[in-house]
């Protein structure tokens, strides 16, 4: 990722003010312990897919993708602009505030 977040910071990053992740605290507590397919099949779409994008990992990536289109009755693939679905860009910050 290159910035200073955990992954559990990340992953429940709700927002940005600016140059600090604004992390939801009760979310990070309840779920953090989840992998991405766990969080996917919660129905975490977006926690699952920050979750898969901070391991770099595109297996974990794709099981998100397949239950989310299983879910959805999409069809979208590794191509498709994921970010902008899910609302989730790797930034640099510095900090994180816990809400």
């Given amino acids: 990722m ?4 955990s992954r559990s910071e990340f992953v429940f990053t709700i927002g940005y003010d600016g140059s ?5 605290s ?3 507590k309840r779920y953090s312990s989840l992998s991405s397919r766990e969080l996917a099949e919660k129905g975490m779409f977006r926690p699952a897919y920050s979750s898969a994008i901070w391991s770099k ?3 974990e990536l794709q099981d998100v993708l397949d ?6 009755g999409s069809s979208l693939t590794l ?3 994921l970010d ?9 910050v510095k900090r994180s505030i816990h809400l």
């Fill in 2 to 5: 290159g910035s200073s977040l």
């Fill in 20 to 24: 600090a992740a604004v992390v939801d």
């Fill in 26 to 28: 009760q979310a990070k």
């Fill in 57 to 59: 990992d595109k297996k």
């Fill in 67 to 72: 239950i989310y289109n299983k879910v959805s």
């Fill in 79 to 81: 191509d498709s602009p």
């Fill in 84 to 92: 902008r679905l899910f609302g989730v860009f790797p930034v640099e």
